[in-house]
């Protein structure tokens, strides 16, 4: 089990429906991040928080929401997703880049995420 | 632009064997962070080996090391003695450290490189 938790693993969803994603982390970072990773595309950053307060904001569409409660919790809210939006989320952390700048960034696991 | 560029889509290489995966990278910012990451079919990204811009070693961890020749923008992972488990993608990451920008907290990626070891 790595620091970074992600859940659910899999998850298959609606057009219309609403889910979330969870990231928990448990390695004392100050920064979350969620990645989305398409087949045969770089993986792309989403959002990033930064001490609870989003930092940047990649021109996500609207029908993905982030929230980050506290520090060790990332969500990401997803509503009326497309068939598109099918691909792997990965959440990461990573302490501040001033005070550990060759830190690697954790990944979670991933949520596999298929829209119907 | 594609900032960081993996020209090997996918390598094959024999066990105890060494292999090399390029990456180049595209940056006019001074000081950056180069990383690598491997994800094998579980999904997970597990970070490898990092070099900065401004190290003038070449960095290693244990069987991997990192042939960095910052006038060429490269930053090859050299992977010796390959083993089984070493079958995955490896995908090559940039930060950039420009002072009046949040993107320090981010990596761009390749688009990967699959690796398989056979025996």
């Known amino acids: 089990e790595t620091g970074v938790t992600q859940t659910p693993r899999h998850l298959v969803m609606g057009m219309t429906n609403k889910k979330s994603l969870k990231c928990e982390q448990h390695?004392?970072?100050?920064?979350m991040y969620w990645y989305k990773q398409s087949a045969k595309k770089p993986l792309e950053l989403m959002f990033v928080?930064?001490?609870?307060?989003?930092?940047e904001n990649n021109s996500v569409p609207s029908r993905f929401s982030p929230e980050c409660p506290n520090s060790s919790h990332l969500f990401l809210h997803l509503h009326t997703l497309q068939p598109e939006d099918s691909a792997l989320y990965l959440c990461?952390?990573?302490?501040?880049?001033?005070?550990?700048?060759?830190?690697?960034?954790?990944f979670g696991s991933g949520t596999r995420l298929t829209v119907v | 632009a594609q900032k960081i560029t993996q020209t090997q889509p996918g390598m094959f290489v024999q066990e105890k064997e060494a292999v090399t995966l390029d990456c180049t990278y595209d940056?006019?910012?001074?000081?950056?962070?180069l990383f690598w990451y491997k994800q094998p079919s579980s999904g997970e990204m597990i970070f490898l080996i990092y070099?900065?811009?401004?190290?003038?070693q070449n960095a290693t961890e244990g069987r991997y090391s990192l042939n960095f020749q910052k006038a060429r923008k490269s930053a090859n992972l050299v992977i010796s003695a390959s083993q089984l488990g070493d079958s995955a993608m490896y995908f090559c990451?940039?930060?950039?450290?420009?002072?009046?920008?949040?993107?320090?907290?981010?990596?761009?990626f390749g688009k990967g490189t699959s690796l398989l070891v056979t025996p």
């Open positions: 990461a952390s990573s302490q501040d880049r001033e005070m550990e700048p060759n830190y690697g960034y954790t």
């Open positions: 390695l004392g970072h100050n920064a």
């Open positions: 928080y930064s001490l609870e307060e989003r930092v």
């Open positions: 940056t006019s910012d001074p000081s950056y962070g």
């Open positions: 070099q900065g811009s401004y190290d003038q």
């Open positions: 990451a940039m930060r950039e450290d420009e002072d009046n920008s949040n993107s320090g907290y981010a990596l761009n």
